[in-house]
T-cell receptor, first 109, second 115 residues
Framework: RKEVEQDPGPFNVPEGATVAFNCTYS??????FFWYRQDCRKEPKLLMS???SGNEDGRFTAQLNRASQYISLLIRDSKLSDSATYLC??????????FGSGTRLLVRP | NAGVTQTPKFQVLKTGQSMTLQCAQD?????MYWYRQDPGMGLRLIYY???????DKGEVPNGYNVSRLNKREFSLRLESAAPSQTSVYFC??????????????FGDGTRLSIL
């Protein structure tokens, strides 16, 4: 079983839609979590950290559920520019990053 | 505004050839990392260097060596390339390994094909 699992998608949504991705992790000792965004043939870039209390950054909301060992990313009012692959990432007890394989989002006009 | 610079961006090798991937960062970061990314696998850590003068194995170190030349530079060497090492390689850096609030910054990647 992968340490961080994501639905690969693609999620194909119209502009303006709300879309949510979930990610599950297998190591309950994980300390910190992040969402990275990766555009096609580009490097990953940090989108946002994920806090236990939930956090919001504009149209993006991240949630962490430690009891069920999953994190989520909600994107409201999707834009064409949101089309990308979203990587779920956990930091292990040695402070190394463990990446999921990504969820692909396509936003259509 | 360079950030993390990787060279080369593309490379084709024959099986058994050797090569070194170069990485340099200008953000004065202490920690540097090498990952490989394969379809459907996500990024996997090959080696990392928590600080100048130290290196440690990651998840998939076999077939690779690294050198932390100085604080800025961290190179990855393939001594005898194999087709299984065909991948996209990313170098990253961060202020400190043990700080969850310090994101890793990535280079553009090196696309390596081994025939």
């Amino acid at each position: 079983r992968k340490e961080v699992e994501q639905d690969p998608g693609p999620f194909n949504v119209p502009e303006g839609a709300t879309v949510a991705f979930n990610c599950t992790y297998s190591n309950s000792a994980s300390q910190s979590f992040f969402w990275y965004r990766q555009d096609c043939r580009k490097e990953p870039k940090l989108l946002m950290s994920v806090y236990s209390s939930g956090n919001e950054d504009g149209r993006f909301t991240a949630q962490l559920n430690r009891a069920s060992q999953y994190i989520s990313l909600l994107i409201r009012d999707s834009k064409l520019s949101d089309s990308a692959t979203y990587l779920c990432v956990r930091m292990d007890s040695s402070y190394k990053l463990i990446f999921g394989s990504g969820t692909r989002l396509l936003v259509r006009p | 505004n360079a950030g993390v610079t990787q060279t080369p961006k593309f490379q084709v090798l024959k099986t058994g050839q050797s090569m070194t991937l170069q990485c340099a960062q200008d953000m004065n970061h202490n920690s540097m990392y090498w990952y490989r990314q394969d379809p459907g696998m996500g990024l996997r850590l090959i080696y990392y260097s928590a600080s100048e003068g130290t290196t440690d194995k990651g998840e998939v170190p076999n077939g690779y060596n690294v050198s932390r030349l100085n604080k800025r530079e961290f190179s990855l060497r393939l001594e005898s390339a194999a087709p299984s090492q065909t991948s996209v390689y990313f170098c990253a850096s961060s202020e400190r390994t043990a700080d969850p609030n310090q994101p890793q910054h990535f280079g553009d990647g090196t696309r390596l094909s081994i025939l």
